[in-house]
């Protein structure tokens, strides 16, 4: 099941481009009903999309300015390269055995 999640049909895109981002953001923000212990490999796993680099990732509260203004996220991530430009800023809701994205926007790295 969680393979056939993750095929993105990127046409001539850069991987390094806000729009490669945000067509990363979208299928993240699709994820509901993730396994608790599954939620990070599945990260991992989308991410390698854009590189093959390891996750950097938070799972501290904060206000992050998203261009127009400050939003509430619980988990930012992203890519440990020097050629990441944003960071994925995610509001999930948890519950006991299951992760749901409810929202989630790019900030500058």
Do not use: Q
Not at 28 to 34: A, Q, V, Y
Not at 36 to 54: G, L, Y
Not at 78 to 99: E, G
């Amino acid at each position: 099941m969680e393979d056939n999640l993750f095929d993105l049909a990127f046409n001539n895109v850069d991987k390094n481009s806000r729009e490669f981002d945000l067509e990363l953001l979208k299928e993240i923000k699709s994820l509901s009903n993730i396994p608790v212990n599954k939620f990070d490999s599945i990260m991992r796993k989308i991410m390698r999309k854009k590189t093959t680099c390891k996750l950097w990732f938070t799972n501290i509260p904060s206000n992050e300015w998203d261009g127009k203004s400050y939003r509430y996220c619980n988990y930012r991530c992203c890519p440990s390269s020097h050629k990441a430009r944003h960071f994925f800023c995610l509001v999930l809701n948890r519950d006991r055995d299951f992760i749901t994205v409810t929202d989630g926007f790019l900030t500058a790295v």
